[in-house]
């Protein structure tokens, strides 16, 4: 099975990536797009094909085909281009470094390989959809379809956040953002970008679809609770509160997830705990953990603190015992004096965690700006989830208060740039709609489709 979803992978991405270059590829290294999808199992290889390009997988012996954005890449250019001043970047890294100071080049490396792999990604999916009639099992044919457009929804999601400016809950969004591709991989296809408002359409449509079809469980792979609970952040990313109230609160009372007793039993393992909603699966023999190589010392895996934090983050806190404030550690070797998150300290820990403690946080936050108390009044849950970590009581609450508890509790995990531009906030001195802080299209594939426009203050 490993051997097909590589040559499902390799196929693909000759069409998807490598579309201007010629190919001569032995017999035994590709396969036919009909003998790809011309059974269910191979339509399930495809769709495995999609989580691991994901996750930055690739046979044994066999260089990485893509970057792995969801093994830690989006993580890390969120927290490094949306950093005020919770983290240092001491790694050298030119993509990067240009992330962190917030220069980004045309050519910027990670600028590329996330808009590369995004539509790698997609390439798969839309291929599994149009393939759905190859199934004649309908719970088998339902899961699959919603296993696809919950990835779809999820990749367009993360890009629209990168390639385009922040949506705008008063309307408006006629501003560019990806192009909408709903079709299997064609070389010659040339459309333009779509607006934001468009994506974030197709997205709601994606996800809402993924949680009709997908089942209440469904292994290490996405149900339908993940995809509720991705539509709760997309709410809340549109400013839709009581949509991404609802969709948190179903989640929180439906899906069997809770938070773990403590805070650090969050993270203190390679496999899912009982708080985790989704994640990309790591081990030891499959897959990249990037947060664990930018964030941890070198014993633990990593480079040497990459990413550290900062003081300023650590004066945030209002206690000393809260488990937050001092669930990290001192570096040691090239990153002596640097202080490193626990958080991603486990070499082959799943990747980008979607954690049932978020969903308390939008709820909370929901309810606050709403006036409601739906599942449990605003004040009530913000203390809940402080005292998971043992911090004090709070006696009242300001929405600053809320935004800040999110930030304590979601640090490093790649929420920064994208909370600070929807409460329109500035961030490392530039205002929140600043096209510093938005990525440029990648020339590469403006060349090869030039009906891409750049974006504003790039070339």
Same mark, same amino acid.
């Given at each position: 099975m490993k051997q097909i979803k590589f040559l499902v992978i390799l196929f693909f991405s000759m069409i998807a990536i490598s579309c201007e270059k010629e190919l001569d590829l032995e017999p035994q290294q590709s396969i036919s797009i009909g003998?790809?999808?011309?059974? &269910?199992?191979? !339509?399930?290889? !495809? /769709?495995?094909?999609?989580?691991?390009? %994901?996750?930055?997988?690739?046979?044994?012996?066999?260089? &990485?085909?893509?970057?792995?954005?969801?093994?830690?890449? /989006?993580?890390?250019?969120?927290? #490094?281009?949306?950093?005020?001043?919770?983290?240092?970047?001491? %790694?050298?890294?030119?993509?990067?470094s240009e992330i962190a100071s917030k220069a980004l080049l045309n050519n910027n490396g990670s600028a590329l390989n996330i808009y590369n792999d995004s539509y790698a990604i997609?390439?798969? +999916?839309?291929? $599994? /959809?149009?393939?759905?009639?190859?199934?004649?099992?309908a719970a088998e044919r339902d899961r699959v379809e919603g296993e696809a457009k919950f990835l779809r929804g999820l990749v367009y999601f993360d890009m629209v956040k990168l390639y385009g400016q922040?949506?705008?809950?008063?309307?408006?969004?006629?501003?560019?953002?990806v192009p909408i591709i709903l079709t299997p991989p064609d070389i010659t296809i040339r459309i333009p970008r779509n607006t934001v408002e468009e994506v974030y359409a197709q997205i709601v449509s994606d996800l809402g679809d993924a949680y009709a079809k997908l089942p209440d469980t469904n292994d290490a792979?996405?149900?339908?609770?993940?995809?509720?609970?991705?539509?709760?952040?997309?709410?809340?990313?549109?400013?839709?509160?009581?949509?991404?109230?609802?969709?948190?609160?179903? +989640?929180?009372?439906?899906?069997?997830?809770?938070? @773990?007793? @403590?805070?650090?039993?969050?993270f203190d393992t390679d496999d899912n705990t009982v708080e985790t909603i989704f994640s990309w699966i790591i081990n030891n023999q499959e897959g990249t953990n990037l947060t664990n190589?930018?964030? =941890?010392?070198?014993?633990?895996?990593?480079?040497?603190?990459?990413?550290?934090?900062?003081?300023?983050? #650590?004066?945030?806190?209002?206690?000393? $015992?809260?488990?937050?404030?001092?669930?990290?550690? &001192?570096g040691e070797g090239v990153s002596t004096g640097l202080t490193l998150t626990s958080k991603h300290t486990r070499q082959f820990a799943n990747a980008t965690p979607v954690r049932i403690a978020e969903m308390h946080l939008i709820r909370a936050e929901c309810n606050f700006r709403l006036g409601s108390s739906v599942g449990l009044p605003p004040l009530d849950e913000i203390n =809940?989830?402080?005292?998971?970590?043992?911090? &004090?009581?709070?006696?009242?609450?300001?929405?600053? #208060? !809320?935004?800040?508890?999110?930030? /304590?509790?979601? =640090?490093?995990?790649?929420?920064?740039?994208?909370?600070?531009?929807?409460?329109?906030r500035a961030i490392g001195g530039l205002p929140f709609d600043d096209n510093k802080l938005v990525f440029p299209i990648p020339q590469s594939a403006r060349d090869r489709n030039p009906l891409l426009e750049q974006n504003q203050g790039y070339n």
């Open positions: 003998a790809a999808t011309e059974t &269910p199992e191979n !339509i399930n290889s !495809i /769709l495995l094909a999609a989580y691991d390009i %994901g996750r930055n997988t690739s046979p044994d012996n066999v260089a &990485p085909l893509y970057n792995g954005n969801y093994s830690g890449e /989006l993580n890390i250019v969120s927290e #490094l281009l949306g950093n005020t001043d919770q983290v240092s970047w001491n %790694g050298t890294f030119a993509n990067l997609m390439g798969h +999916v839309n291929t $599994v /959809l149009a393939n759905l009639d190859k199934f004649d099992d922040q949506y705008n809950a008063s309307g408006g969004n006629t501003q560019l953002g792979r996405a149900d339908k609770y993940a995809a509720q609970a991705m539509l709760a952040r997309v709410y809340l990313q549109q400013g839709n509160f009581t949509a991404a109230r609802d969709a948190a609160d179903d +989640v929180l009372q439906n899906s069997g997830h809770e938070l @773990t007793a @403590t805070f650090a039993e969050a190589t930018h964030y =941890a010392t070198e014993a633990l895996g990593g480079r040497g603190g990459d990413i550290a934090i900062t003081q300023d983050y #650590l004066d945030k806190f209002d206690s000393d $015992v809260d488990e937050r404030k001092n669930f990290n550690y &001192p =809940a989830l402080r005292a998971r970590s043992s911090a &004090p009581a709070l006696g009242s609450l300001t929405l600053d #208060l !809320i935004l800040l508890e999110r930030e /304590l509790e979601l =640090a490093f995990e790649g929420f920064t740039l994208h909370d600070y531009k929807r409460t329109q």
